[in-house]
């Protein structure tokens, strides 16, 4: 039993800690749907990040719709949250095309995308996974896996919380006003 109560104590500690975690998020360079260089800075306001792309048949603009009503509610609330999808298979989401897509699911939607090794490195700092895996017999027919994650960050990009695919729309909308109100300046 006392095995039993250790692994309990030290599962509570790794929960209690997720939250504050400084291994996830940091900068990132990448070009907008408007061909525009930002950073995790110039976004102007704090943002969710979900990484996925564009040509996903129904996990992606599931959660993207999702992401979508989650800002209008907080900005009813008066509290501003852009929503961003980044890419995670540029060479099929040009800037162009991101530019018709998010904006189908509202007009403050950012899409961002950037080089592959722009992709790698913002997936390897908010540790998203992904993989191509081909559909097809030609090279260009493929899908991507990928971890579908919801990450929250500041107004100066900093890494706040993220948030489960599985997780309800107002307790991620609740989550999201504790977060911003407890980090710092």
Same mark, same amino acid.
């Given at each position: =039993?006392?095995?039993?109560?250790?692994?309990?104590? #030290? +599962?509570? #500690?790794?929960?209690?800690? #997720?939250a504050t975690r400084s291994?996830?998020?940091?900068?990132?360079?990448?070009? @907008?749907?408007?061909?525009?260089?930002?950073?995790?800075? &110039?976004?102007?306001?704090?943002?969710?990040?979900?990484?996925?792309? =564009?040509?996903?048949?129904?996990?992606?603009?599931?959660?993207?719709?999702?992401?979508?009503?989650?800002? *209008?509610? $907080?900005?009813?609330?008066?509290?501003? %949250? *852009?929503? /961003?999808? %980044?890419?995670? @298979?540029?060479?099929r989401d040009t800037p162009?095309?991101?530019?018709? !897509?998010?904006?189908?699911?509202? +007009?403050?939607?950012?899409?961002?995308?950037? &080089?592959?090794?722009?992709?790698? *490195?913002?997936?390897? #700092?908010?540790? /998203? !996974?992904?993989?191509? /895996?081909? &559909?097809?017999?030609?090279? @260009?027919?493929?899908?991507?896996?990928?971890?579908?994650? $919801?990450? $929250?960050?500041? +107004?100066?990009?900093? !890494?706040?919380?993220?948030?489960?695919?599985?997780?309800?729309?107002?307790?991620?909308?609740?989550?999201? /006003?504790?977060? $911003? +109100?407890?980090?710092?300046?």
């Amino acid at each position: =039993m006392k095995w039993f109560t250790a692994l309990l104590l #030290a +599962s509570l #500690a790794a929960t209690s800690t #997720a939250a504050t975690r400084s291994d996830v998020g940091g900068p990132f360079q990448l070009t @907008d749907q408007n061909g525009q260089r930002v950073n995790e800075r &110039s976004l102007g306001e704090p943002a969710l990040l979900y990484f996925g792309f =564009m040509t996903c048949p129904a996990i992606c603009p599931t959660d993207l719709a999702k992401m979508a009503r989650i800002s *209008r509610q $907080l900005k009813q609330q008066g509290i501003a %949250v *852009r929503p /961003v999808f %980044v890419t995670i @298979d540029p060479e099929r989401d040009t800037p162009k095309k991101l530019k018709e !897509y998010v904006n189908y699911f509202a +007009s403050d939607f950012v899409g961002l995308t950037g &080089s592959p090794q722009d992709i790698v *490195r913002i997936t390897d #700092a908010y540790h /998203v !996974y992904y993989k191509k /895996v081909p &559909s097809g017999d030609r090279p @260009d027919q493929y899908m991507m896996d990928h971890s579908t994650i $919801l990450f $929250l960050i500041d +107004s100066q990009g900093r !890494y706040l919380k993220h948030f489960g695919r599985g997780m309800d729309e107002k307790e991620i909308e609740k989550q999201v /006003v504790t977060a $911003l +109100s407890d980090a710092p300046a």
